[in-house]
């Protein structure tokens, strides 16, 4: 039988199903909304991959497309953009996700739609040769675009020699080697029932997605897949000269897993460094000094670990100074990060938040991913009493916490004047 769940805390358009296999139905309905998307979203993505594999998460994700026992791939796409909607899929170094949006009335051709894609796929010798074409076609995309390379590089650097640090497209080689037997083996082991959760908002009726979910899920046997490789921090640096106009860099720390108790001071301390125009690096840098077009700092929070990053581009000549600056202002504000920088901070976070939630997209993205990674879907309004929760002095706190850590360094283009990773080493050891 299967068990629907209360939401306490959250809202009353909230409802959890979960079927007998493990598979779990959270849709939530939104008066006054004419649209419905739908997604399935798959604990399984490039982490899980062995090392052979690298890339077939996202192979598959494009093979989804491609063809099942009952549709073409271009009846796939003609069901969905008959009735006037749009389908997509993405993939994660956490997870694979499979969306359609359309008309309320539609959402059964959407969910009958990604159901068939998910469990009749076909993965036709063809489709595969032509699709793993496309996908070389895309890497190559990839490396002729200079900060796409820089943050491949950035994350390999950060996490060497494990599934954390390979890129999500994959190599010429794995992409190469791939065949039907490979792709069912990887679905079998990694899509089990217990990941995977099927999510509905909008114009939607949660009776009708759970049926849709047992139709096309229920009969998934439950089997315990193998634990995901732990992503280990490690540092180092990547430098990667080229004939560019411009040089493209990325300087690194450790950052802390969305588990972690100082997860959201990070966030908010990333924000405070570089998350607007108001922020300390934009100022110094781009304003008061000119030496980049734009700089950012970011936290990517994973399930065991995270990495903390700040990303620029400057012609080759100033990168010694960007780097002094980058160090001097990060350092800085783990000293001295002040009570209006916080606050700006934390009301940027919160409108970030509760904009995502204003469409259904922004809905089933939340829910599904609360639920694989907590087992339940967080309230909006616990998450901001949380964000509220953190003080100036828990900012530095994650600030300090931050420089102990070993840094990673990646760079592409005219980067001769880069200092030197020991130099950068030294400069945070000496804060």
């Not at 069912?184 to 009726?205: C, H, M, N």
């Not at 001071?265 to 108001?278: E, K, P, S, Y």
């Not at 840094?407 to 130099?423: E, N, S, V």
């Amino acid at each position: 039988m299967n068990q629907h769940f209360a939401t306490h805390g959250a809202s009353p358009d909230l409802k959890i199903t979960k079927l007998d296999n493990g598979v779990t139905v959270v849709t939530e309905a939104m008066p006054g909304v004419a649209t419905a998307t739908l997604g399935v979203w798959v604990g399984a993505g490039s982490r899980h991959e062995r090392a052979d594999e690298g890339g077939l998460s996202h192979l598959i994700e494009h093979m989804a497309f491609k063809g099942t026992k009952t549709r073409s791939a271009r009846r796939i796409a003609e069901d969905i953009e008959n009735v006037g909607g749009d389908i997509n899929a993405a993939t994660s170094a956490e997870g694979t996700s499979y969306t359609a949006r359309v008309l309320g009335e539609d959402a059964g051709v959407a969910l009958d739609v990604i159901g068939d894609i998910l469990t009749n796929s076909v993965f036709d010798a063809g489709e595969l040769a032509r699709e793993k074409s496309v996908i070389l076609q895309e890497y190559a995309a990839i490396e002729d675009t200079p900060d796409d390379v820089v943050y491949e590089a950035f994350t390999e650097a950060a996490f060497p020699n494990q599934p954390m640090g390979r890129p999500i497209i994959g190599t010429p080689e794995t992409i190469n080697s791939f065949d039907r037997a490979a792709i069912e083996a990887y679905i079998a082991r990694e899509y089990t029932p217990d990941r995977i959760v099927l999510a509905a908002a909008g114009a939607i009726g949660h009776d009708q997605i759970v049926e849709s979910a047992s139709r096309y899920f229920g009969d998934l046997k439950p089997t315990q897949p193998p634990e995901a490789v732990p992503g280990i921090y490690g540092g180092g640096e990547k430098r990667l000269p080229k004939k560019l106009e411009q040089a493209n860099v990325v300087l690194g720390l450790p950052g802390l897993s969305f588990r972690d108790d100082d997860y959201y001071a990070l966030h908010i301390f990333a924000q405070v460094l570089g998350g607007g125009l108001t922020s300390r690096l934009w100022h110094e840098v781009r304003e008061t000094r000119g030496l980049a077009y734009e700089i950012q700092s970011f936290h990517w929070a994973f399930y065991d670990c995270g990495l903390f990053g700040i990303g620029a581009g400057t012609s080759g000549g100033d990168l010694a100074e960007l780097m002094d600056v980058t160090l001097d202002a990060t350092i800085r504000a783990a000293a001295d990060a002040d009570t209006i920088e916080v606050a700006r901070a934390k009301a940027q976070l919160k409108v970030a938040l509760l904009s995502a939630l204003e469409t259904p997209g922004g809905r089933i993205e939340r829910n599904a991913r609360q639920i694989l990674a907590w087992g339940r879907v967080i309230p909006a309004s616990e998450v901001i009493a949380k964000v509220d929760a953190v003080t100036v002095d828990d900012v530095r706190q994650a600030g300090r916490r931050l420089l102990k850590g070993a840094p990673t360094l990646a760079a592409i283009g005219p980067i001769k004047k880069l200092p030197t990773l020991d130099r950068i080493t030294a400069a945070l050891k000496a804060a």
